[in-house]
């Protein structure tokens, strides 16, 4: 596992110790992280991640975290119920130099702590098959982590379909061998 782009690409990362933990595999961030660079998405149409605060709701090992942070967020936060993980993400960042700008929570996305701050890109990539995106959006907007026009970008199974409904706008949404990876704006 790797930083796939930006400032520490080919940089590795340690994957979590739990072999029932799936991690997005680095073509699949290659390919989200593209269409996140490349697509009007950002403030006047530039890209989404240019200065991005960040919240990774389902750390894990903060890789998803950590390439947006190499490829021009501003800072991240991450959110995960298991201290192995949030250790490990810690680790991560230390390992690129980006502990300053990553803060880990020990907490769960369906019961977030209250932000002090809207995140303008979300990434939700809870373990699959449990369908826990839907209410993770619901309890993230409700405490502040979501304001108009955030991006969320989501993974589920490629079997899998998520649906958002009411301020939630499908921009985009793309299946890699077995993820499926939507891309979402929260609209006014």
Known sequence: MRIIGGRHRNRS???LPDRSVR??????REAMFNILAHRPWGEDGSSVLDGAIVLDAFLGSGALALEALS???????GFDASSKALAVA?????????????????ADALRPPPSSEAATLVFLDPPYGRSLVEGAVDALDA???????????????????????D???PLDSRVYASTRVGFWRAAA
Request: with cysteine; charged share 30%.
């Open 13 to 15: 990362l340690t994957p």
């Open 23 to 28: 991690p997005t595999t680095d073509r699949t």
């Open 71 to 77: 490829r021009g967020a501003e800072r991240a936060t």
């Open 90 to 106: 810690r680790k991560n960042a230390a390992a690129i130099g980006e502990a300053n700008r990553l803060t880990v929570h020990r």
């Open 143 to 165: 405490a502040g982590w979501i304001a108009d026009g955030t991006i969320i970008v989501t993974e589920c199974a490629a079997d899998e379909e998520i649906v958002l409904v």
């Open 167 to 169: 301020r939630y706008e």
